[in-house]
């Protein structure tokens, strides 16, 4: 009885998963039919997707009456959305009255979406919601919202400014198709080859397979769209061979961990970020991925700066010739399958056509291009496999969507995104630095075991208004808390990206998480640089070419100083003197004030000249010695 329960769920929770997929596909083809059906079809197919898909772990199902459980609220989510769908199109063409007992029914829905979270996210995400609750419905007297629960539930409910808000309706048009484009690549086999390329580029320099993880991160972060997803799929054949090569298991997570966050930060899709920061700013798509261009560049540059420095460190030399992998011309006829939809969806865009039309298209290219390219796709079992894996992501996405609609909608009920603004505005004195800090800290909290582009819903609306009012470009305002949404997947306590890890390198968690932050350092710079340095977005009123390249060249001397200083070593150890003078100067070298650059640039090099001038003698010594014993 136990094992056909569980085997009917599975198949159901397929089914499931397989139809919010093709209907991403349907909706990216042809558009938005119905504003209600669809945002309500797609909330619903991800609730029950939830209950019926839920296990304790990989291996165990968990209790019976557990899933038991699980399938009776199944059903009650179905009476509660055909309740809510009723009440919907009735109000489209009548004046309706709101019963105590659907209110009531409201509040049980968002009990059951902020208990999924809890399943699909953790303990971060239901306190968040929880924590918004709390605010509407506390007294004002006591410093909360002071709305009345049946207020709540029918602005939050029964009404597009809440769960059904805008995040369901962008993500359901224009982000899950991305995730099915996605998931066609990774099911016919274009991640191993996009890896294999990595792997080819890297394999003559030293530390080779960690700079693979760099480089392939960085391409298959474009189409993954989850930080945790890019961490299994490529981490299982990148860790075990940057272990092997020297690198310690710990060193090794926290690589793929950084490098795998990255990518939700490289255009063009971003993680699929960039349609939602699109939709909340009016910037149009093109030019937002076109600012976070450089800055993405600059944070992978830095990986592999530092990648550079500890191999050297290390002693790790590049691999050896005959375990480097080699392309053939095959594998790069087959990595057509990932450029061309990359390329239809910048063409498709520059047309003025929608995102959700190049979305639709993109998926059209690679799913033919897969079929050509990839022999062992031309099964349905593949398509179905691929449908199946998209509807899952997608539906455990628009799960977290929902429950943000809901925090977002008793943001703009009690206006406290404008209060915390007004606070952040107060308690920095009008200082932009301080201003920055306050939101950078705030953005790594809420960013915390949420999904991107979930995270930067939340940030967005709460945080951005606060730098947009020290006048702060609004792309840059956005993208700066975007990046430290993003960052917060490597930064400990919770680290999803780094736990992810750690377990496939063999490490402890907290380990590898303190190990992705070391070395992500420099990308928790970068927002700061396109604050003070705007030129390096493009797209900013007066941005100029020369001002570009100024803040770029700042940059590379800013993460010498400060690789140089983490690692604490150039050639030789460094003192500990150094290496803080080091990490000083590298943040200094950023000062939108001239001569405190200038001068750090010059203690930098001063620093560098120094330490080959003192190493130079044990060189020579050394040097000596190896002639010497090759004589005797």
């Known amino acids: 009885m136990r094992n056909r329960l569980i085997g ?54 968990g209790p019976t009456w557990l899933l038991v459980a699980h399938a009776v609220l199944a059903l009650v989510i179905i009476a509660l959305f055909y309740d809510w769908a009723e009440l919907m199109f009735e109000q489209e063409y009548l004046f309706v009255t709101i019963s105590l007992a659907q209110d009531v029914f409201a509040w049980i829905s968002f009990a059951l979406i902020a208990y999924l979270t809890w ?16 605010y509407v419905l506390a007294p004002s007297t006591f410093g909360g919202g002071g709305e009345h629960w049946t207020r709540v539930a029918e602005n ?129 798509y093109l030019k937002i991925i076109v600012a976070a261009a450089i800055p993405a560049l600059m944070y992978y540059g830095s990986l592999f700066a530092f990648v550079s420095v500890e191999a050297r460190r290390m002693n790790i030399k590049p691999l050896p010739k005959s375990e480097r992998a080699r392309l053939t011309r095959d594998d790069m006829v087959k990595s057509l399958a990932f450029w061309a939809p990359l390329a239809v969806i910048v063409a498709v865009l520059v047309t003025g056509r929608t995102a959700q039309n190049a979305g639709a298209y993109a998926t059209a290219i690679a799913f033919v291009a897969c079929l050509i390219l990839f022999p062992e796709f031309r099964h349905p079992r593949k398509w179905w496999e691929a449908l199946v894996d998209a509807g899952r992501s997608s539906a455990v996405l628009m799960v977290v969507v929902a429950g943000i609609g809901f925090v977002i909608g008793v943001v703009n009920m009690t206006g406290v995104g404008i209060m915390f603004a007004e606070s952040v505005l107060a308690y920095s004195h009008s200082s932009l630095s301080i201003a920055l800090v306050m939101v950078m800290l705030a953005s790594l909290f809420l960013g915390m075991g949420v999904p991107t582009g979930a995270a930067y819903l939340i940030i967005a609306i709460v945080l951005g208004p606060a730098i947009s009012s020290l006048g702060v470009p609004l792309v840059a305002a956005h993208l ?41 350092a420099p990308g928790f710079i970068i927002p700061f640089v396109f604050i003070y340095h705007p030129d390096v977005l493009l797209i900013v009123e007066g941005a100029t ?73 044990a060189e020579l010594i050394k040097d000596q010695r190896d002639t010497i014993g090759r004589i005797e």
């Not at 391409?219 to 075990?240: D, E, L, Q, R």
């Not at 430290?484 to 919770?494: I, K, N, Y």
């Not at 800013?558 to 803080?580: D, F, M, N």
């Not at 990490?583 to 000249?609: C, E, H, K, N, W």
């Open 480 to 520: 700066f808390v975007l990046y430290f949404g993003v960052l917060s997947s490597v930064t400990p306590p919770v680290a999803l990206s780094a736990f992810a890890a750690a377990p496939i390198a063999g490490a402890k968690p907290m380990e590898t998480g303190w190990a992705a932050v070391r070395l992500a």
């Open 119 to 134: 399943r699909f996210f953790g303990m971060p995400m239901l306190l968040v919601i929880a924590a918004a609750g709390v």
């Open 156 to 284: 939050l409910w029964f009404s597009t400014d809440g769960v059904f808000g805008r995040p369901v309706e962008v993500v359901g048009r224009i982000v899950l198709i991305y995730v099915v484009l996605g998931a066609v690549l990774q099911s016919a086999g274009a991640g191993e080859v996009l890896l294999k390329i990595a792997f080819a580029a890297t394999g003559r320099l030293a530390g080779g397979p960690a700079h693979a993880a760099v480089v392939g991160s960085a391409m298959f972060g474009t189409m993954s769209g989850a930080a945790v997803a890019n961490v299994v799929s490529t981490g299982v054949f990148t860790i075990p061979v940057i272990k092997r090569v020297g690198f310690s298991p710990r060193f090794a997570g926290g690589v793929e961990a950084a490098a795998s966050t990255g990518g939700q930060i490289m255009p063009p899709v971003m993680g699929a970020v960039a349609f939602l920061m699109a939709d909340i700013t009016g910037i149009s």
């Open 545 to 617: 070419i020369t001002g570009a390249v100024w803040a770029c060249g700042a940059f590379a001397i800013s993460t010498w100083g400060l690789v140089t200083g983490l690692v604490g070593w150039e050639g030789v150890a460094l003192p500990y003197w150094q290496r803080a003078i080091r990490l000083a100067a590298g943040i200094a070298v950023l000062s939108v004030d001239v001569p405190i650059a200038v001068t750090a640039v010059i203690i930098l090099i001063a620093l560098s000249v120094q330490r080959r001038l003192m190493s130079r003698p």
């Open 8 to 61: 009917t769920l599975d198949r159901i929770a397929a089914i499931l998963a397989a139809f919010m997929s093709a209907f991403a596909i349907y909706v990216a083809a042809f558009g938005v039919f119905d504003n209600i059906i669809v945002s309500g079809l797609t909330v619903l197919i991800a609730v029950l997707y939830g209950f019926v898909s839920w296990r304790a772990t990989e291996t165990s199902p």
